[in-house]
């Protein structure tokens, strides 16, 4: 993401702790998500989704 549209994002949020647990919760919840399943192997894939889990 450009710093720029990151700045913008970040002028939202009224309070750094807001942004701090948003960050947070996007993170956890990206790493869930985004596993890039068409481009690993079955057993790759578990291990990073048990990871992702795991993190929670």
Do not use: I, W
């Not at 949020?13 to 068409?38: D, G, I, P, W, Y």
Request: hydrophobic share 40%.
């Amino acid at each position: 993401m450009p710093f720029r549209q990151r700045d913008r994002a970040m002028l939202r949020f009224r309070q750094m702790k807001t942004l701090q647990k948003f960050a947070s919760v996007h993170a956890n919840v990206h790493n869930h998500f985004s596993l890039e399943r068409h481009l690993v192997d079955r057993v790759t894939y578990r291990e990073r989704r048990s990871a992702a889990l795991g993190e929670r």
